[in-house]
């Protein structure tokens, strides 16, 4: 299906009346398709621009009231981008060079022919495509100025900046000039123990690969801010790659955090081994487990060998007298919501028998329950003990 483009909107203030008329009868006929208004005076095109929506305004300079130029400089206030043609029968070098100071667009004298016309609606189209190009831009620069992400645009072999946000200095603590001046600049500014790391990504993305790779950055903290970077190449019809271009976000909060969990996980883990006491959650959507390492050390199997044990796998490894028993209280664990306490045996892989009491807890949503939660105990020497004692 075929896309016709929106129509030009168009102001055009000429306090002729015929002209004005033969002025919008041409534009229509002309170009892409344009939508005119007349206004009669400065006055009248000022009232006119304050209530709709203009692309351009067209205005003569000759005009009673007010001059094109003063009411050129009237819209500037409110509108710095908005196209400004200076169509006059007046021509001479002084009232084009005082047109263009006041922020004229264009400047074109009016003539008798049709060839004029077209000029008039080729000299708007131009003017209003590089106004919505020059507000593209704006409006990307104000993007790229308002995030905190760094945002970047390298030629493919990476010999010249195209574009970098000033997010850069902030996270990377160098200096954009200095990026410009040389373009590689940014990798003083990355650990050494991870600049080859980041060369062989840049090697890659001009060998059109995507890459994602994460280091540290800022030398004026030590290094100890953690960021992702993401690049993407950019490749021209033949497929060449002609530029590269990506982000990279700040990871230094999540690092951290990161850092934190695996110390506290160090720490239960540890606490686990020297307690003897393992724990386990099973999830029902997935129906995997997980365990923690003392789990793994208590039913002597090998975590990478068995990375998400099942139902089925525990179930196994319990000792067959009281497998019936285990399998009971899990099922009255599903049913009812109350995970009982137990004891039950172990047939570990090295043939050697441990006892274990299991406890757990139970969440359920909607009447159903979804995950459940528990610690495995090695109780073998109490009942060792016992077993003696009798």
């Not at 999540?254 to 003897?276: D, I, P, S």
């Given at each position: ?94 009232i084009a060079s ?264 139970v969440t359920r ?26």
């Open positions: 299906m075929s896309h016709t483009p929106d129509p030009i909107h168009v102001l055009h203030v000429e306090d002729d009346p015929e002209f004005a008329h033969l002025t919008a009868s041409f534009l229509e006929r002309e170009g892409q398709g344009f939508d005119v208004v007349s206004a009669g005076s400065a006055a009248e095109g000022g009232e006119r621009l304050a209530d709709g929506e203009f692309d351009c305004v067209v205005s003569d300079y000759d005009m009673p009231g007010r001059s094109g130029i003063e009411f050129l400089r009237s819209v500037r206030e409110s509108h710095p981008n908005l196209p400004f043609i200076l169509f006059t029968g007046k021509g001479s070098e002084e005082d047109a263009i100071s006041a922020g004229a667009t264009d400047y074109l004298q009016k003539g008798t022919g049709g060839e004029q016309y077209e000029l008039l609606a080729n000299r708007i189209e131009n003017a209003v495509s590089r106004a919505q190009s020059e507000q593209a831009e704006r409006h990307l620069r104000e993007l790229a100025e308002n995030t905190d992400r760094v945002l970047y645009i390298f030629s493919h072999d990476w010999t010249e900046l195209l574009f970098i946000n000033s997010a850069y200095e902030a996270l990377w603590g160098r200096s954009v000039e200095a990026l410009r001046n040389d373009p590689t600049d940014f990798l003083s500014g990355i650990h050494p123990e991870d600049r080859s790391r980041a060369q062989g990504a840049m090697e890659r993305m001009s060998d059109g690969e995507t890459i994602e790779h994460e280091v540290r950055v800022d030398e004026r903290s030590g290094f100890d801010r953690w960021v992702r970077v993401r690049g993407e190449p950019i490749t021209d019809e033949a497929g060449e790659v002609v530029r590269v271009a990506g982000f990279a976000t700040d990871i230094t909060e999540r690092k951290e955090l990161q850092r934190t969990l695996e110390e506290r996980t160090e720490r239960l883990e540890e606490a686990q081994r020297v307690a003897g006491v393992g724990s386990w959650e099973w999830n029902a959507e997935s129906d995997t487990v997980v365990w923690s390492d003392e789990t793994y050390r208590i039913f002597g199997w090998d975590a990478d060998e068995l990375p998400t044990p099942s139902f089925e796998d525990w179930l196994g490894a319990v000792h067959p007298d009281d497998q019936e028993r285990a399998q009971a209280a899990v099922e009255e664990a599903m049913a009812t919501g109350s995970f009982p306490t137990f004891e039950h045996r172990i047939q570990r892989p090295d043939g050697r028998v441990t006892w274990v009491r299991c406890r757990g807890e949503e909607a009447g159903e329950t979804v995950q459940i939660t528990g610690t495995i105990l090695d109780i073998t020497e109490r009942r060792t003990g016992e077993e003696v004692a009798e």
